[in-house]
């Protein structure tokens, strides 16, 4: 992390905004049925860089743009076509006033049913909404189980039904796992309710980080980003619960084959497709989980996002903010 803000910001350069095209990346196929998905010749657009480490892309519709964390910077940045990128929210995670961890911003961002930006808070240890205009200000949406704080909320999804899900990691912590301040025992993924009550709703994962929605909304995708690498799918029950979990696809065989990197954020497409970060950049699933194909990026990679016209890909990855035109849409877009 670079000891001053104000040298991280002047080195971001925004290449839309200059009129210059950038390209990097390049498509690997696994299986024919990716050429239905991406043209086998797409190259990613880089929009952006001079990130310490870009996380949690989300578009909004209602202004055209996109806003995605600068986590270590405790920086959200807004995007928009022919613009520079700007400082949308600061501080964006932690508001103490002495220094936290290496990663103490905010990381994943949705927006709300009714169009409100929650965010995933790791120095404040909170899942936090607030009006996308900033007016009245934000307020905790969970900020503890039970009465005990989480560790440093990751990762947010709500469903249609109201019911928000979220990760909670050590990796936001000032000492990771070993922290002295850790209240919780496990990193688990809850439920806020629409009465806002917070239920845990999976307890068993090592590293929960990712979350996404099938299209119709009855399954939750839950990204471990641990050794043991891969992508969980839980059934949703009618109150929002979970039922028990199966595995969908196991990562750790890429590594094996030399590709870094581990499943971290996730969306899903109107077919059901899956476009995962993970070893070798993303990767694409059926809804079966099968590998399809992958991305590769170029660098590590953190999350993604579907935007402009539900086609384009928006993708986080190390200090970078890439863009992919693609030849399908994104879930309920």
Not at 43 to 60: R, T, Y
Not at 62 to 88: A, C, M, Q, R
Request: hydrophobic share 35%.
């Amino acid at each position: 992390m670079k000891p001053i803000i104000s040298t991280i910001m002047a080195s971001i350069i925004t290449y839309s905004a200059l009129g210059q095209i950038k390209t990097t990346g390049k498509i690997i196929q696994n299986d024919e049925k990716l050429s239905e998905l991406i043209s086998l010749d797409a190259k990613l657009e880089i929009l952006g860089e001079g990130f310490e480490w870009s996380e949690g892309p989300v578009w909004v519709k209602d202004g055209g743009y996109l806003l995605f964390s600068d986590v270590p910077t405790n920086i959200i940045h807004k995007w928009k076509e022919g613009e520079k990128i700007t400082e949308f929210l600061k501080p964006s995670g932690y508001t103490g006033i002495m220094p936290y961890s290496h990663e103490s911003g905010s990381n994943g961002l949705t927006i709300s049913n009714d169009g409100q930006l929650i965010a995933c808070e790791h120095g404040d240890r909170r899942v936090s909404i607030m009006p996308i205009d900033g007016m009245g200000g934000k307020f905790s949406l969970a900020d503890n189980y039970q009465g005990k704080r989480f560790n440093s909320p990751n990762d947010v999804v709500q469903s249609k039904s109201g019911n928000v899900y979220f990760t909670d990691p050590p990796y936001g912590l000032p000492s990771f796992v070993t922290d002295p301040s850790r209240e919780i025992d496990l990193f688990g993924v809850y439920r806020v309710s629409p009465d806002r009550k917070v239920f845990l709703e999976i307890a068993d994962l090592i590293r929960p980080n990712g979350v996404a929605l099938s299209p119709d909304h009855k399954i939750l995708y839950v990204a471990q980003s641990d050794t043991k690498a891969y992508i969980m799918a839980y059934p949703i029950k009618k109150d929002g619960s979970l039922e028990k979990g199966k595995l969908l696809f196991d990562a750790s065989y890429l590594n094996e084959q030399g590709l870094s990197g581990a499943p971290d954020g996730l969306k899903v497409d109107e077919k059901g497709n899956i476009f995962t970060t993970g070893p070798g950049g993303i990767l694409i699933l059926s809804p079966e989980g099968k590998l399809l194909g992958r991305i590769e990026t170029g660098a590590p990679t953190a999350n993604l996002a579907w935007g402009e016209d539900g086609k384009t890909l928006f993708i986080t990855a190390d200090m970078y903010l890439f863009r992919l035109k693609t030849l399908t849409k994104g879930a309920n877009f």
